[in-house]
């Protein structure tokens, strides 16, 4: 019976170990297919596996992300500090879509795109050959989770 129990909680720890989001599209929250060898950091595999981002609060990843969101015209919709421009604030805690209040409602929504006009930012939707891997999402989230009184989304 001791058998049979240490079997079952080693198989429940491992199952939890490697348990992979899914995730689903922003625009009608249809599956988003991601593929898995995507996530090719130890920080992108740790989000993977928990939803939780391990660049929040990290200061190298909080001002990669702000070069990251200007080289790729997010300030053109969402201004400079990401407070709101022609696009929505995305500074928190309101939030035009309650699930970017989460660190993977944030990257469902920067990787696919929404129905207001911004369109998908991960490699391979952008473009076949093109776009932000999902480490480099991550970045982006930490400097928007950045500003004061923005959730860090690992709630």
């Known amino acids: 019976m001791k058998l049979k129990s240490a079997l079952l909680v080693a198989l429940l720890a491992s199952t939890t170990a490697f348990a992979d989001q899914s995730f689903n599209k922003t625009t009608d929250g249809s599956p988003l297919k991601i593929d898995s060898a995507m996530f090719d950091t130890p920080a992108a595999k740790e989000f993977l596996a928990t939803g939780k981002n391990p660049y929040i609060g990290n200061p190298e990843a909080i001002a990669r992300g702000k070069k990251i969101f200007q080289l790729y015209s997010c300030t053109q919709c969402h201004g400079g500090d990401a407070q709101g421009q022609t696009g929505p604030s995305l500074q928190g805690p309101g939030y035009h879509y309650a699930k970017n209040a989460t660190n993977k409602g944030m990257f469902e929504t920067i990787s696919a795109g929404t129905n207001g ?21 991550l970045k982006v989230i930490s400097w928007i989770r950045s500003h004061p009184g923005s959730p860090t989304g690992n709630e």
């Open 117 to 137: 006009g911004m369109g998908a930012k991960l490699y391979g939707l952008l473009a076949p050959d093109d776009g932000l891997k999902p480490d480099e999402i």
